[in-house]
Nanobody
Framework: VQLQASGGGLVQAGGSLRLSCAAS????????MGWLRQAPGKEREFVGG????????YYADSMKGRFTISRDYAKNTVYLQMNSLKPEDTAVYYC?????????????????WGQGTLVTVSS
């Protein structure tokens, strides 16, 4: 599967942004699509995931409440809605896919990655 993330940009603190991840190629109803982020000088951090077929979601505890993942099955696209953004949300956001471990928050469990999209939150 090929993944293409988009929608990043510059936003003021308190604002909102919606990221998109378009999937193409060999997709599967077994896929779990994840959003992860990496801030400068920090390790990659799990945001949340969604089951491609059922639409069920799960999130890292620190991401609950402000971040929402959804998917448009017909468009082969997964979204990350980010609200009440803070400067510490500044990072490159990646979408990724894996088919084996529902509930995992380990970046290493995701085998397919998009190129990332930069989100910058100004104070």
């Amino acid at each position: 599967v090929q993944l293409q993330a988009s929608g990043g940009g510059l936003v003021q603190a308190g604002g909102s942004l919606r990221l998109s991840c378009a999937a193409s190629g060999r997709t599967s109803n077994r896929y779990i699509m994840g959003w992860l982020r990496q801030a400068p000088g920090k390790e990659r951090e799990f945001v949340g995931g969604i089951h491609w077929s059922t639409g069920s979601t799960y999130y890292a505890d620190s991401m609950k409440g402000r971040f929402t993942i959804s998917r448009d099955y017909a468009k082969n696209t997964v979204y990350l809605q980010m609200n009440s953004l803070k400067p510490e949300d500044t990072a490159v956001y990646y979408c990724a896919a894996q088919a084996d471990r529902w509930g995992t928050q380990n970046a290493s469990d995701f085998g397919s990655w998009g190129q990332g999209t930069l989100v910058t939150v100004s104070s």
